[in-house]
């Protein structure tokens, strides 16, 4: 009977997991073992992406990727993990109930936007965290040239000024404009509790996106915070309030709940400690990639974020290292020392920066057209051709 190797999701973190668990079986020459890919949609969202207008196209399909190195993809959405029965439970597309069993389990469910009892919150913001959220903001934001002119019409609020909120409140402008016409005032506020302009990505690479800020006309209302939202605005912490139309709500990230059916340590975003293999602490057959695992870059304390960069490199390291203990081969240490950010900054530009304390290293026009590569064509899963696909899977590949 073939044992089996089960990944739940095909985000980053899963896609590259599957595709590296194959990768060692077809280096050793085995074809006892089954890989599955559990996921409710067999494409690859490109969630950095869904700030972008168009965000409905922002997704590549993996049926012949997946086929090209015989992954069976299964359709349904994990509900039940039994760690001792060894069995998931899942809903396929029609809501019936049903059982995969696994001898291997990679969880890589990804991550989710936290949402706080904010009253207002769930009836009245928008948010870019899933295609369908982010093309019911890109639909609300092409109707509002069916309202009257007003300054709530005008004014979108961005609530958190992390990577998401900036993102976002960059690109805005040439959004509202293409929308509302070029001779519209409008504005784009992000509302953030840090006592400084992006106080939580650090002095390093303040300048250029105060800078930035400055040149598109993006206001900042910084140590406040949304504490209610209706219909026609938005009421601060410290009682004022801003007449919109249209709030972005991109504070905080959460793992996946599935993480919370596992008896192992998690930390404060949900996420599952993980040993330098990538297996969960306290479990024999489960490994973590992605954004629910809390793993470690280096030896010095800095820990994989939740991101596409840390998410391709967890995957691969994640899917070779189920394979290899399950062949009974030697793993491959996780470690991912360099860290890189590359900051969409709209029409002014972008921001890349080496290092945790994010030293810059290119500005503007240079760094724009690093991010365009990286949006458009490093992060997109490779052809579906075996030999191909098999090589991009290997996890000594640095991502960076």
Not at 158 to 182: K, Q
Not at 224 to 249: K, N, Y
Not at 355 to 372: C, F, N, P, T, V
């Amino acid at each position: 009977m073939k044992q089996h190797i089960l990944v739940i999701g095909a985000g980053f973190g899963g896609l590259w997991s599957a595709l590296s668990a194959a990768r060692l079986l077809d280096i050793h020459d085995r074809h006892d073992v089954d890989i599955s890919l559990l996921a409710p949609q067999a494409e690859l969202r490109i969630r950095p992406r869904f700030y972008e207008p168009d965000v409905h196209a922002m997704f590549a399909p993996l049926d012949a990727l997946l086929d090209s190195v015989s992954v069976r993809f299964i359709k349904g959405t994990a509900e039940r993990i039994d760690e001792q029965a060894r069995i998931v439970g899942y809903r396929d597309e029609a809501g019936q109930p049903h059982e995969l069993g696994y001898d291997r389990l990679v969880l890589a469910t990804g991550s989710q936007l936290a949402r706080p009892p904010v009253p207002g919150l769930e009836d009245h913001a928008f948010d870019v965290d899933q295609i369908e959220s982010a093309v019911r903001l890109e639909n609300h934001l092409k109707s509002l040239k069916d309202l009257p002119a007003s300054d709530a019409r005008n004014t979108v609020v961005i609530a958190g000024g992390g990577f998401t909120g900036i993102e976002t409140a960059t690109e805005m402008p040439a959004r509202l404009r293409a929308a509302l016409g070029d001779d519209q005032h409008i504005r784009v506020i992000i509302v953030d509790r840090g006592p400084k302009i992006a106080a939580a990505l650090g002095d390093g690479i303040r300048p250029p996106i105060v800078e930035a800020s400055e040149h598109l006309g993006i206001e900042w209302e910084l140590n406040t915070s949304v504490s209610a939202v209706d219909a026609d605005g938005v009421t601060l912490s410290d009682g004022r309030r801003i007449e919109s139309r249209t709030l972005i709500w991109t504070v905080g990230f959460r793992a996946s709940p599935l993480t919370e059916q596992l008896t192992s340590v998690r930390d404060g975003q949900g996420r599952l400690h993980v040993d330098q293999n990538l297996k969960i602490f306290g479990q024999d057959n489960i490994f973590a990639a992605g954004d629910v695992a809390y793993a470690a870059t280096d030896d010095l304390g800095n820990f994989a974020a939740m991101s596409c960069q840390h998410a391709i490199s967890l995957g691969r390291h994640a899917g070779n290292n189920v394979a290899a203990d399950l062949l009974g081969v030697p793993p491959t240490a996780y470690r991912q020392p360099k860290y890189v950010t590359c900051l969409d900054l709209g029409a002014w530009g972008a921001v890349f920066t080496e290092g945790w304390d994010r030293q810059i290293k290119l500005l503007k026009h240079e760094a724009k057209e690093l991010k365009s590569q990286i949006n458009s064509i490093w992060i997109y899963p490779p052809a579906a051709d075996r030999s191909t696909a098999l090589a991009a899977a290997d996890p000594m590949i640095p991502v960076a």
